[in-house]
């Protein structure tokens, strides 16, 4: 199930609502309701533990039902999940979150989010939990159950661990409700199958009410030992009551299989035929059924099969659809493989086409054995999901296929190299691309092949194999591909240009990549293509970044927060390049905002973390840098060229802030054996030499570090980034003052100025102590006035940082106008007029998600945690 439409408040089933029961209910069972009720007033977890045809479902629906229909009863909710075979916990908290939607839950983080971060691991589970539990803590409904039917069915080793966690936190309001054929893994209150089982006196009650004759219910009693689904059946196919001799015939091993053969004997060979065929699918509805069994009269059998009351009941929602129990459904599919084996891969093909889910989709095609169109059903879906953060999902699904025969397939590798690119698995990125290259060339399909090899090249990169990448990019450069492929291309050349040193290349693959971008991608293509952070710091790459973002942020709007998240990053870097902090905070109050909605994806940590320590380092924050870099640096493994070059970044900025041990520790790191590896970019084998210029500095050998500083800053001329070229040449300025070299430590003042300027932070990271000997060093030098702005910027900078308190909570009698945005006062205003947030959404033309995150919003600013403190604030502003 992909995790948006499963949590998609626009088919949220209406409020309270339960699935039907499979038939009418045979008769009422009040001692066992009884017992129910007892059991889910006094019990915080319930479970119903029985074989298959013990009617746990029809009890649990008749229970909760009549729970929410007591007269009297405080507002209470119910979430109800039915699983399927093959689903998994991420599909249980998403199905579980949609039950919630019409309950305007005051979710503080977005539930679509956590549920695309489960990964079978413990930290995004406790995560979803904690959320849950405090929209639930917080939330209206007074009481509330979770349940989830059919927990067998969930093939997910991470299941205990879900139920473990609801159990120990789950609100005192609240219940959690299981049904299962199998033994539940977690402490709760059981109901085996004996306590679900017909009584002898209820059989008898039965058969009175239909006039079968003395002694009959025994009989049947005896013969079925109260099993309902046996009765039942018995019922569909002698309603009179009178058949003994029936019941002579049966066997207890199979009375089930006999009963349902009797009952399907008994069907026109037509309406047979229909229902073994489309025994396939889960749900029916005619135009599925008529597709896959290619039976024109579908709707008239399904009208049929309802009147005869074979096991069916009506799934909710707007078209008319049937849900087959699933014990019928297994005789039903264990009939079609033996009367009709040959037909089955084709009805499987027919299913998978009629069906959007992509996990179901797949699942049929893997079961039909076309293990290429299931590939490439899940690489057409698969940048939709990768896009939206589905990482989990996809992960999940590869897994699904058989491993030696889907390492054969290049769609399936491609999706297994974009989803280890997300991941900056560069290894396993160039090895699936590889090898789906190979295969996409061997059968004929160049455009894929191309794009395979683009994404190598990526891979090639992030490696530091500069010469690898380009030689595969280069028949790459001019040949017609479809715009996403430009873009990639486009994207991937900017990071090689950059690698090399080619800054005016950069600036035209941006430019190019957003023209491509602007005539009509998706937001989902523009999130793939965020340029990287360091190229808001490169010269003359400003312009056409922000025209990046300008354009991005428009086509984010309220609803792409994963593009508006990556471009106000982007925005930030911009800022800060340029010297103004206040619209860098503002930039980073508002990322932060989305962030706090949707968690922050991992590719965006380097970006944000290395944000963070700038700023903390201008502040003078020797924690904050720490705590930030520490952070950014856990990411990267030891000896990868992103962890070298994360350690410069964090040295320069401890350095900055005077912490010496922590400055000589990274040093010690950088010049290890173990970073000195084959893989290493042009700029981070110069970010090594800088390591040892400093060192030589630091052990009192000041001719030795000059020397090697001033073969640094002319390296970097073509490789600088992030102000690198200036901070080592002010190294240098200040070295040469040291040794007494007046004339030098002037010549390189000048190269200094010259190379900050780009990057107004350059001189402010050095410390306001280096700093001002660099400004005392320029009153005596033959210096420009632009050259001495730059000295004058880098001061107001650190002033401005030091002055600037961090972002406070605005206070509670502040106006409205001031705490919220004008979009956030229209919500709150319809809010307290007592809207749901889907009305609210239609009202105002937005989305349900957008107005949940709204809402949220409104929450976190007015420090307020339901929807009625929220409504008091709002009337006590405009009364």
Same mark, same amino acid.
């Given at each position: ?6 949590? /998609? ?11 039907? =029961? ?68 991420? &599909? ?22 956590? $549920?695309?971060?489960? /990964? ?43 139920? !473990? ?11 959690? #409700? ?13 109901? &085996? ?7 002898? +006196?209820? =059989? ?37 009551? !009178? ?21 399907? +004997? ?30 024109? &009269? ?15 009941? @009506? ?41 959007? /889910?992509?996990? #179901? ?32 999902? =996809? ?17 399936? !590798?491609? =999706? ?6 997300? @991941? ?77 040193? %080619? ?38 790459? !400003? ?11 428009? #086509? ?37 905002? /989305? ?32 705590? %930030? ?33 922590? $400055? ?125 702005? $730059?000295? +004058? ?18 206070? @509670? ?67």
């Amino acid at each position: 199930m992909n995790m948006p439409s499963a949590i /998609d408040p626009d088919t949220a089933e209406a409020r309270g609502s339960l699935p039907a =029961v499979l038939q009418a209910e045979l008769l009422p069972r009040p001692a066992l309701q009884q017992r129910l009720r007892e059991r889910l007033a006094q019990q915080r977890l319930l479970a119903l533990c029985a074989p298959a045809g013990y009617g746990k479902t029809v009890a649990l629906a008749t229970l909760l039902q009549r729970w929410l229909d007591e007269a009297g009863a405080p507002a209470r909710a119910v979430s109800w999940f039915s699983s399927r075979p093959g689903q998994d916990v991420a &599909q249980l908290c998403a199905g579980w979150c949609l039950g919630l939607e019409s309950y305007d839950l005051p979710w503080r983080r977005s539930p679509q989010a956590l $549920v695309r971060a489960l /990964d079978g691991q413990a930290g995004p589970l406790a995560a979803f939990v904690d959320a849950l539990v405090q929209a639930l803590v917080t939330g209206e409904p007074a009481e509330g159950v979770l349940v989830v039917d059919d927990l067998q069915a969930l093939a997910d080793a991470s299941l205990p661990l879900l139920l !473990q966690l609801l159990s120990a936190r789950l609100p005192a309001h609240w219940r959690l #409700v299981m049904a299962s054929r199998a033994p539940i893994p977690v402490a709760a209150d059981v109901l &085996q199958a004996d306590a679900l089982r017909f009584t002898p +006196d209820e =059989v008898a009650t039965l058969l009175a009410r239909q006039g079968s004759a003395a002694g009959m219910a025994e009989r049947l009693w005896q013969a079925t030992q109260g099993w309902p689904a046996a009765v039942s059946l018995w019922q569909c196919l002698h309603p009179g009551g !009178q058949d003994a001799g029936a019941l002579a015939l049966l066997q207890r091993d199979d009375m089930f299989d006999q009963l349902a053969r009797e009952l399907l +004997d008994g069907l026109p060979a037509a309406a047979q035929a229909f229902m073994l065929r489309c025994s396939v699918l889960p749900v029916w509805s005619a135009p599925r059924c008529a597709a896959v069994a290619h039976e024109p &009269q579908a709707g008239r059998w399904l009208q049929l099969i309802e009147a005869r009351g074979l096991f069916m009941r @009506r799934a909710p929602g707007l078209e008319p659809a049937w849900l087959m129990h699933e014990l019928f459904r297994d005789f039903l599919q264990a009939r079609l493989a033996e009367q009709m084996p040959q037909e089955l891969p084709l009805l499987l093909l027919r299913a998978a086409d009629t069906e959007s /889910d992509t996990d #179901v989709r797949v699942a049929y095609l893997l079961r039909a054995g076309m293990l290429e169109r299931a590939a490439l059903a899940l690489m057409d879906a698969a940048s939709g999901l990768l896009a939206r953060g589905e990482l989990g999902t =996809v992960q999940r699904l590869l897994d699904s296929f058989p491993p030696e025969p889907a390492a054969r397939l290049p769609a399936w !590798q491609f =999706v297994r190299g974009r989803l280890a690119g997300l @991941r900056w698995d560069w290894s396993s990125l160039e090895h699936a691309m590889s090898a789906a290259r190979a295969g996409f060339l061997a059968e004929g399909w160049y455009e894929m092949a191309s794009l395979a090899g683009v994404l190598q090249a990526q891979a090639d990169i992030g490696l530091a194999r500069l010469d690898a990448a380009d030689e595969l990019l280069q028949p790459l450069r001019d040949a017609a591909l479809s715009p996403a492929g430009q873009v990639q291309r486009d994207s991937t050349l900017s990071w090689l240009h950059a690698a090399q040193g %080619s800054h005016a290349a950069v600036a035209g693959d941006i430019t190019r990549m957003t023209d491509t971008l602007v005539a009509g991608a998706s937001a989902e293509l523009w999130t793939q293509c965020v340029p990287n952070f360091r190229f808001a710091t490169l010269p003359g790459l !400003q312009a056409p970044v922000r025209r990046f973002v300008e354009q991005a942020l428009a #086509v984010a709007g309220e609803d792409a927060l994963p593009l508006r998240l990556s471009a106000r990053l982007l925005a930030a870097w911009l800022a800060l390049s340029r010297g103004d902090l206040a619209e860098m905070q503002v930039q980073m109050a508002q990322a932060q905002a /989305d962030a706090a909605w949707i968690g922050l994806p991992g590719h965006l940590q380097w970006s944000c973390g290395c944000l963070n320590g700038q700023l903390a380092a201008l502040r003078g924050d020797r924690a904050g840098v720490r705590a %930030s870099m520490e952070a950014v640096a856990a990411a990267f493994p030891p000896g990868s060229p992103w962890r070298r070059t994360t350690l410069y970044f964090w040295s320069r900025m401890a350095d900055g802030v005077g912490d010496a041990e922590t $400055v000589q520790h990274l040093l010690a790191q950088q010049l290890s054996a173990e970073t000195e590896s084959a893989g290493e970019w042009p700029f981070s084998r110069q970010l090594r030499r800088l390591a040892q210029a400093l060192a030589l500095l630091a052990g009192g050998d000041a001719a030795a570090g000059c020397e090697l500083l001033r073969d640094v800053v002319d390296a970097l001329a073509m490789l600088d980034t992030v102000g690198i070229r200036g901070y080592a040449a002010a190294l240098l300025t200040l070295a040469r003052d040291d040794a007494g070299l007046a004339a030098e430590a002037r010549e390189a003042l000048r190269t200094t100025l010259q190379a900050a300027a780009c990057y107004v932070p350059t001189l402010s990271t050095l410390g306001r102590p280096r700093l001002s000997r660099l400004i005392a060093l320029a009153h005596g030098a033959d210096v420009t006035p632009a050259e001495r702005a $730059v000295l +004058d910027a880098a001061l107001r900078l650190l002033d401005d940082a030091r002055r600037a308190p961090d972002e406070a909570p605005a206070e @509670r009698n502040a106006g409205l106008a001031q705490q919220l945005t004008s979009r956030e006062i229209e919500v709150l205003a319809r809010m307290a007029a007592g809207e749901s947030n889907k009305v609210i959404a239609k009202a105002l033309d937005l989305s349900p998600h957008t107005v949940k995150r709204h809402v949220a919003n409104i929450f976190d600013k007015l420090a307020v945690s339901t929807r009625a403190q929220a409504a008091v604030c709002y009337q006590a502003q405009v009364a």
